[in-house]
């Protein structure tokens, strides 16, 4: 009645964005994060505006809450970096093979850019379970299976249980990504000159490091 205390319905989070002033924010990514109710309520272990973020030390649950990171949920973040770096390997290597046939190269080259594509079409069509439509069930069924495609790796590698990432710090990662991974190529490229191939000019050497940046980043985009 008039006079009582706001609320906010199930899916939308009721946040005191200035002092005397209530905003409204639609939680339509993650409704189950945002239980309704009184201003600043949120599923367990969430905070900040529309409940987007876990407390920290804490980590995302498929409920909507967040619970303490264990030790079992930092070995994603391992075995992610271990995958990253044999993934850089296995593309400097294949760059560096002088031998090669061309034929074979160009067809290590062709599937990783088909790998690449589907990769990006599956990430497009993930974007339709974001959009508010009641989409029919058998729609919804496979759009929420292609969500797992989406771009979030460090939604997956479950970074906020090995260092406290706000919500910038996690955006800017997400679009520094390739710039970093052609970084370390650079480096790798850089020390096996060094063991290998310090008595040859350096010049002779930058096809490789040229072409193994190409590919990571055709592989991206």
């Not at 319905?9 to 009184?38: K, Q």
């Not at 296995?90 to 160009?106: L, N």
Request: glycine fraction near 8%; proline fraction near 5%.
């Amino acid at each position: 009645g008039f006079g009582a205390e706001p609320k906010a319905l199930p899916g939308y989070h009721l946040a005191e964005v200035r002092e005397d002033a209530l905003w409204i924010f639609s939680c339509i990514v993650h409704p189950n994060r945002c239980p309704g109710g009184p201003h600043g309520t949120c599923s367990p272990g969430r905070e900040s505006t529309a409940c987007s973020e876990c407390f920290s030390g804490y980590t995302a649950a498929s409920d909507g809450a967040c619970h303490p990171c264990s030790t079992a949920d930092r070995l994603p973040f391992f075995f992610g970096l271990c995958f990253v770096f044999a993934g850089l390997c296995a593309v400097y290597f294949h760059s560096s093979q002088d031998t090669m046939d061309r034929s074979k190269q160009q067809a290590g080259i062709l599937l990783i850019l088909i790998v690449g594509q589907l990769v990006q079409v599956l990430q497009m069509l993930g974007v339709f379970a974001r959009i508010a439509i009641d989409w029919p069930e058998s729609l919804m069924s496979v759009w929420q299976a292609l969500k797992s495609f989406s771009f979030e790796i460090l939604d997956h590698m479950q970074l906020d249980c090995v260092a406290d990432v706000g919500s910038l710090a996690a955006y800017v990662s997400k679009l520094a990504l390739v710039p970093i991974l052609c970084g370390i190529l650079g480096l790798m490229h850089l020390v096996v000159c060094f063991i290998y191939h310090r008595h040859s000019s350096w010049q002779s050497r930058t096809y490789v490091i040229a072409n193994a940046v190409g590919i990571a980043v055709l592989a991206f985009y």
